[in-house]
């Protein structure tokens, strides 16, 4: 699949987040993205109702869906319990994609009092050899 530079790109990611020592009680996420030489751009949180989309894979279209009742979304995590790893999903779009070459995409959560966490996840710390794509959720 082929994305276009310029066009939305949505991406749908899947996180474990751990909470050391306290209860972390989420109230919102900012993702941002930085493409090499660019400035961050922040990306849309999207919580999916209803994902469709077509793929093209040796010459055929086929359309799938997100199977909902194998996602669950870190967003609707109120509390990250203390020394517990909650395992979710973040679905973002970026607009506009510029294509793959990002340095980092960075997620803030933020609780009720404002304190906030980051998380980054680098593009040089991801093995493109270890990714691992779960065709369980599409149907």
């Known amino acids: 699949m082929k994305n276009i530079a310029g066009a939305d790109l949505i991406l749908l990611q899947k996180v474990s987040i751990f909470s050391q020592n306290i209860n972390f009680y989420l109230k919102d996420i900012k993702i941002f ?11 849309t949180n999207m919580v999916w109702r209803d994902l ?25 995590q109120s509390v990250f319990p203390k020394n517990t790893s909650i395992v979710g999903f973040i679905s973002f779009k970026v607009n506009p994609y510029k294509g793959e070459s990002f340095e980092y995409v960075k997620y803030i959560f933020e609780d009720f009092k404002e304190n906030k966490k980051e998380l980054i996840i680098r593009r040089n710390d991801i093995n493109d050899e270890t990714l691992h794509f779960d065709d369980n959720l599409w149907v």
């Open 33 to 43: 993205i930085k493409y090499d030489g660019d400035e961050e751009i922040e990306c």
């Open 52 to 76: 469709k989309f077509t793929i093209v894979m040796n010459g055929q279209s086929s359309l799938k869906t997100l199977d909902k009742s194998q996602v669950k979304y870190i967003k609707h």
